[in-house]
């Protein structure tokens, strides 16, 4: 599990080997992380995860520390550990888990779900309806009956309505899916969260509590409105970096990218290279490990925020996440 306030600690495998400045199947080929000396994975899921205090005192030769070992409210669990405080097969936890109520508490890390510990205990399954829609959302068989780019809108006059607003109550007045729902809100929340910080130099939590959200329902809108103000921050950079790349030749237009959150702790951002002599289709930024190339301009940042390792077409440019940009074009110019 991850220990309550430790999220931002958390790191992948691929976090890890960039650390080195090695690539992950490096990595996995020297057996590092096997060693009895290296700290534990947080879970037991494939996409091992791991606390990075415990992977730098490792690398650093230092004493691995131990982490905290009370139980908390706020500790994340993953799908193994909610199911077995639950005492249920993980089957069943696979289905308590697309209950809105549970799926609007959903954190992503490492592109490993969690929940919040009090949520998965203290989680009651609602009776079952004998309706036609399953009991609320939108009907079986159908699609959202509010247009996607009409939906940030809705649930903002829903928000302004009502700011204990749950995920089942939009998907019950607007007739969208439970995760639609939940995804439209957490975002909505967390743009209104950043700009209280913006405006008042608060932090998440108190901007939540400013706007009457409460602190129960917004975990994951707190931790995306922080990413959404390193997002803000970042837009200066990445306009001068889509200007640098029109001036070369590679993009028709000097727009900047919009910042995306795949998961709710992190920036990327894509720019599209649309002229012909472009030396690749499309790069790539994230916060964590600053610029590659995509192999393709459709569905460029990947399955969540993962950081593909060098090779087949990918190249990682520059040093650190936020080179000058003509240092930037100088690398891509190296691999004409």
């Excluded at 969690?114 to 205990?121: A, E, I």
Aim: charged content about 25%.
């Amino acid at each position: 599990m991850i220990r309550a306030g430790r999220q931002h600690l958390v790191r992948t495998l691929a976090d890890i080997a960039a650390q080195q400045g090695i690539a992950v199947q490096t990595l996995l080929n020297s057996g590092q992380h096997q060693a009895e000396e290296f700290p534990p994975p947080l879970g037991a899921g494939r996409t091992r995860l791991y606390d990075g205090e415990q992977v730098d005192a490792y690398l650093a030769g230092r004493p691995v520390p131990a982490l905290p070992d009370a139980d908390d409210d706020q500790d994340l669990l993953d799908r193994q550990e909610a199911a077995a405080l639950r005492g249920e097969p993980l089957s069943v936890w696979d289905r308590r888990r697309k209950d809105p109520a549970v799926h609007e508490h959903l954190v992503l890390v490492g592109g490993v779900e969690h929940w919040p510990r009090r949520v998965v205990r203290d989680y009651t399954p609602a009776p079952r309806r004998r309706t036609g829609n399953g009991g609320g959302g939108r009907p079986t068989g159908t699609g959202d009956q509010v247009p996607r780019d009409q939906l940030p809108g809705r649930v903002a006059q829903l928000l302004d309505e009502d700011p204990v607003l749950t995920a089942a109550r939009v998907a019950d007045r607007l007739g969208v899916h439970p995760n639609t729902a939940a995804a439209a809100l957490v975002q909505c929340r967390a743009e209104r969260i950043a700009d209280v910080m913006e405006q008042r130099g608060v932090t998440a939590a108190e901007a939540a509590a400013a706007l009457g959200y409460p602190a129960g329902q917004t975990r994951r809108a707190t931790v995306r409105a922080q990413a959404v103000l390193r997002g803000r921050q970042a837009l200066p950079y990445l306009a001068a970096v889509a200007q640098a790349l029109h001036a070369r030749g590679w993009r028709t237009t000097d727009t900047p990218p919009a910042v995306q959150h795949p998961e709710d702790d992190v920036c990327l951002a894509a720019l599209v290279l649309d002229a012909p002599d472009a030396p690749a289709p499309a790069l790539v930024w994230s916060e964590r490990h600053g610029w590659r190339t995509a192999t393709s301009r459709r569905h460029l940042l990947g399955r969540g925020a993962a950081w593909p390792p060098p090779g087949d077409g990918v190249r990682h440019l520059a040093t650190g996440t936020t080179p000058a940009p003509a240092d930037l074009v100088q690398a891509l110019d190296s691999t004409d």
